[in-house]
C-alpha cells in the first residue's frame, strides 16, 4: 500500500559451471553466429572508482543474460541489456548459507578494490502476505541470519541497506501491532551488529516519495536504530523521481538528526506510474526507464549516493503479466534499457 511494494525476492545464487561459461562467453572467449570476424564482446568491467567505488559483478544475472543473447545472435538486444549488465546492482543475500555467499560476494569487489552493495530482506513476517511474503521463521532465525551475513562480510568493504519496507509497515498499519516489538528490536540489533565492522555502512530504509509523510516515520526510525546506522534509503523498488526523493529524504534527515541518505535510482528515469489501480502502480508498471547510473557525485552533502538497489529486470510479482518477485524478466528488463538514454 501507499506505493511501498515492489521489493523484489532474491533470485540469485551462486555460479554453477554453466554460469560460469556464460560469463566467460561474456567476456570474449566467444561470440554469437553473426558477430563480424575478429569482433570480440565486449567484457563487462567496473566502473571508475572515483565516480562509482561501487563493485560491478561480471558474473551478474544481467551480464549472464547479455551472454545468451549474444549467443543466439540477438546482438542489438545484448547491447540494449549492457546498459544493465555494466553498472554496480545490489546483491540480494539469501537466508540460504548468507555467511558463504556474503563473503564471496564481498571477497570478489575486495579483489578488485570496489564495495560491495548488499540487501538484507528477510526480516519476519515480511510484506504482509503480499508478493514478496516470507522472511525468516522467528526472531532467532533472523539474528542467526544477521549475525552469518556479518561473519561474512568481516573487515572487507560493503554498504548495507537494511530490510525495506520493514520500517514502514510498521507505520502504515499492514504489520500486525503484535509484531511491532521485536520487529524494532531485531533491526536495531542488526544495525547495531553491522556497524560493528570495519568497513561497513548501514543505511536503514525509510520509504519513499509517494507513500506518506516524514512526519509518520521519523519516531520509529528513531527506535529502529537510526542514530547508529549511516544514514537511511529512499525510493527503494520504486520510481519516484531522484528530485521528488531528495526532497523527502532530506526533510525526513531534518527531522533525524541530519543524517545523509542514498536514493535508489535503478527504475526511476520516467518517474512514477500514473494510471491504472492506485494500489499496484508501483508492480511492473509499463512505459518506466533506467535512472541516474550509481554514483557518489550526486552534488547534495546530505546524498552520500545513487544506488541501484532494486535489480533492473526483475519483476515485482504476478502483476501486469510479470512473473513472480524476484524471477528475471527480459522483455520489462529491455524495455527499461530501451526506454533510457545512451
Not at 570496489?114 to 514478496?132: E, F, K, M
Not at 526472531?139 to 561473519?151: L, N
Not at 509523510?213 to 527506535?223: G, M, S
Not at 535489480?311 to 513472480?324: A, L, M, V
Request: aromatic content about 8%; charged content about 25%.
Amino acid at each position: 500500500m501507499y506505493g511501498s511494494r515492489g521489493v523484489g525476492a532474491f533470485a540469485g545464487g551462486r555460479a554453477s559451471a554453466a554460469v560460469l561459461g556464460a560469463a566467460l562467453l561474456l567476456a570474449g572467449c566467444s561470440s554469437g553466429g553473426d558477430d563480424k570476424e575478429g569482433e570480440a564482446p565486449r567484457a563487462v568491467t567496473q566502473q571508475p572508482k572515483e565516480a562509482a567505488p561501487f563493485w560491478v559483478n561480471p558474473d551478474g544475472l544481467a551480464a549472464r543474460k547479455v551472454a545468451e543473447l549474444r549467443h543466439d545472435g540477438r546482438k542489438a538486444e545484448a547491447e540494449q541489456l549492457r546498459k544493465i549488465a555494466e553498472q554496480p546492482v545490489a546483491e540480494w543475500i539469501s537466508p540460504e548459507k548468507p555467511e558463504e555467499q556474503t563473503r564471496e560476494l564481498t571477497e570478489n569487489a575486495d579483489k578488485v578494490g570496489r564495495r560491495a552493495v548488499l540487501v538484507l530482506y528477510n526480516i519476519p513476517h515480511r510484506d504482509c502476505g503480499q508478493y514478496s511474503q516470507g522472511g525468516a521463521e522467528d526472531g532467532d532465525a533472523y539474528r542467526e541470519f544477521v549475525g552469518a551475513v556479518a561473519k561474512g562480510i568481516g573487515d572487507r568493504p560493503a554498504t548495507v541497506v537494511l530490510e525495506p519496507d520493514a520500517v514502514l509497515h510498521l507505520v502504515d498499519g499492514c504489520t500486525p501491532e503484535e509484531f511491532h516489538e521485536e520487529r524494532y528490536d531485531l533491526l536495531k540489533g542488526a544495525v547495531a551488529q553491522l556497524k560493528g565492522l570495519k568497513n561497513t555502512t548501514v543505511y536503514l530504509d525509510a520509504g519513499n516519495a509517494g507513500w506518506g509523510n516524514p512526519d509518520q516515520i521519523f519516531e520509529p526510525l528513531k527506535q529502529a536504530g537510526i542514530e547508529q546506522a549511516d544514514g537511511f534509503a529512499v525510493n527503494v523498488s520504486n520510481f519516484y523521481t531522484t528530485e521528488d526523493s531528495i526532497a523527502y529524504g532530506k526533510e525526513l534527515s531534518a527531522k533525524v538528526g541530519d543524517k545523509p541518505f542514498v536514493v535508489d535510482t535503478s527504475r526511476n528515469g520516467n518517474g512514477p506510474y500514473t494510471e491504472g489501480d492506485a494500489d499496484e502502480r508501483w508492480c511492473n508498471p509499463p512505459g518506466r526507464a533506467l535512472g541516474e547510473t550509481p554514483t557518489t557525485r550526486t552534488a547534495d552533502p546530505l546524498v552520500d549516493a545513487y544506488l541501484w538497489i532494486k535489480r533492473p529486470g526483475e519483476s515485482d510479482g504476478e502483476c501486469k503479466g510479470g512473473p513472480k518477485a524476484g524471477q528475471w524478466w527480459a522483455d520489462y528488463a529491455l524495455a527499461l534499457a530501451r526506454g533510457s538514454a545512451g
